[in-house]
């Protein structure tokens, strides 16, 4: 018997084209990133966060009518359920909260009566309508997150606000200055699509079950907990917190290295001459250093940044600037890879949706290394 020739194994799916996608497109050569076809730099400081959504979905930018109509039911979905209420109540009060995220999130799907209803959970129409439901109930899901971490009630949303300012006002309980909503605007745009990324092949995968849009997401929102994805922003907080200031960063640095610990914030599996988005947050950045009037964290990160791309050549990704900008808003630390769930949801809402436009069930193979068939001992 001869024996069949081993097939190339891509480990992590490196380089491999698993489809095709109108979405985005990220060009790691010229260090750019594409939403349907517009660069997201200019998207970020032109655009609401919620023309961005109807960009993404519905592959336009809407005219006036189309983005008054979206904010007006985006604007009626907000309040919380009571029995959403219960369920993150139900979670110990220290949960991670990207565990209250996902538990939030899989209980509106048993909480969506449509899904009941033959053909409900493939329908485009009630798709497009979940989509828009998940974007306006997350920020009072993650807001609340942080708030009964602080023994705080709920602050009910504002219909009166866009969603970058609804979600200060129910995080905080006030709307911060320009300059604040500015900066979480543009960490919204930039957080929500990036192609076949780990979260988004996820959603895409169990979308391709043809399973549920709220199914597709808590997986999404599982794949995104992790230090090497979305869980990278917090990460980075935490590393500062443990260098303290500037004059520390390239001992820590060294430490970290010495011990072949990942430094978080550096890095990305795609772009390798550095992150496209992060010029557009390090500038919100700035603007928020100047704001609070943080030179000590702008000098941190300028060290660590620069000591890092001495020592290693591997540049900052969007997680290095928006984990402190997220710090200096005020959020938690573990509130960060939330804020990035409720700005994502779009990009994992718009691929299930092509996903499922144009089926294909993604099942790849694997290569067996165990053992070679043997009997069973009697
Ligand atoms: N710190 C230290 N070393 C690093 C880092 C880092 N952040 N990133 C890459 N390297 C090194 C690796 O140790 C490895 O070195 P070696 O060849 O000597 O073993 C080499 O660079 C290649 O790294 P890989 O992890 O194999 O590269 P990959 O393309 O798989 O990694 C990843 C991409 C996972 C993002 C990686 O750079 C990383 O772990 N970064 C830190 C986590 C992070 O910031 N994630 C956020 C991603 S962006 C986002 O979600 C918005």
Redesign the pocket.
């Known amino acids: 018997m001869t024996d069949s020739p081993t097939p190339e194994v891509h480990r992590?799916l490196?380089g491999v084209v698993a489809d095709t996608t109108a979405i985005s497109k990220v060009d790691p050569d010229s260090n750019s990133l594409l939403y349907r076809g517009y660069p997201v730099q200019d998207l970020a400081t032109t655009q609401p966060f919620e023309a961005v959504a109807h960009l993404l979905w519905h592959g336009e930018l809407p005219t006036a009518a189309e983005l008054a109509e979206l904010e007006s039911l985006e604007r009626s979905l907000r309040p919380m359920d009571e029995r959403t209420r219960r369920v993150i109540d139900d979670l110990p009060r220290d949960a991670h909260p990207m565990d209250v995220v996902r538990t939030a999130v899989s209980q509106l799907g048993g909480l969506d009566a449509t899904l009941l209803r033959d053909g409900g959970v493939l329908d485009p129409e009630l798709n497009r309508g979940r989509a828009v439901y998940l974007l306006a109930q997350l920020p009072g899901i993650v807001a609340y997150g942080q708030r009964r971490r602080h023994g705080l009630d709920p602050v009910p949303p504002r219909d009166d606000l866009d969603v970058a300012r609804n979600f200060l006002w129910q995080t905080f309980g006030e709307v911060p200055d320009d300059v604040v909503v500015d900066a979480f605007r543009t960490s919204l745009v930039l957080y929500a699509e990036?192609s076949f990324?780990a979260s988004t092949f996820t959603a895409r995968v169990v979308a391709s079950t043809l399973s549920d849009v709220y199914s597709a997401v808590t997986a999404a929102v599982g794949a995104l907990k992790g230090?090497?994805?979305?869980g990278?922003n917090e990460?980075v907080m935490h590393a500062f917190a443990e260098i303290g200031s500037a004059d520390r960063a390239e001992a820590w640095l060294d430490d970290a290295?010495a011990a072949k610990?990942?430094?978080?914030?550096?890095?990305?599996?795609v772009y390798r001459h550095g992150?496209s988005r992060v010029p557009s947050m390090k500038a919100a950045l700035d603007a928020l250093v100047e704001h609070y009037d943080r030179p000590d964290l702008a000098a941190l990160y300028d060290t660590l940044e620069a000591a890092f791309v001495a020592r290693?050549g591997?540049y900052p990704?969007?997680?290095y600037p928006a984990g402190p900008a997220y710090h200096l808003m005020g959020f938690d630390t573990e509130t960060f890879t939330p804020i990035f769930v409720a700005a994502r949801i779009v990009g994992w809402t718009a691929h299930v949706a092509e996903q499922q436009a144009a089926n294909s069930l993604i099942r790849p193979l694997s290569a067996y290394t165990g053992p070679e068939r043997r009997d069973v001992p009697r």
């Open positions: 992590g490196a990036h990324n230090p090497l994805h979305g990278a990460a290295l610990r990942k430094v978080m914030g550096f890095g990305h599996r992150d290693k591997i990704n969007l997680d």
